[in-house]
């Protein structure tokens, strides 16, 4: 009999606001390029670069997405 594999639990839903909390400190009175795309933003990140609160977001998913996958080939690596 083969061994079951586990299933990977389900990934919750962001909220609709996204989950990023760019209030206050995150605003700059001068609009830049954006680090993710060629849009102007007054926003700027937590390391006070400009970018878009969504692309931002879209960002960090994308990294999360590689890191499990680099998680997971690892671990099935070891196997």
């Known amino acids: 009999m083969a061994a079951r594999k586990p299933r990977?639990?389900?990934?919750?839903e962001p909220p609709p606001?996204?989950?990023l909390d760019w209030t206050r400190g995150h605003w700059a009175g001068v609009e830049k390029?954006?680090?993710y795309c060629p849009g102007l933003t007054p926003l700027r990140?937590?390391?006070?670069k400009p970018a878009h609160k969504v692309c931002a977001e879209e960002a960090i998913a994308r990294q999360?997405?590689?890191y499990a996958e680099a998680w997971e080939n690892e671990r099935l690596r070891e196997q």
């Open 8 to 12: 990977r639990p389900k990934r919750p």
């Open 17 to 19: 606001t996204g989950v």
């Open 33 to 35: 390029r954006c680090r």
């Open 45 to 48: 990140d937590s390391d006070g």
């Open 64 to 66: 999360v997405e590689e």
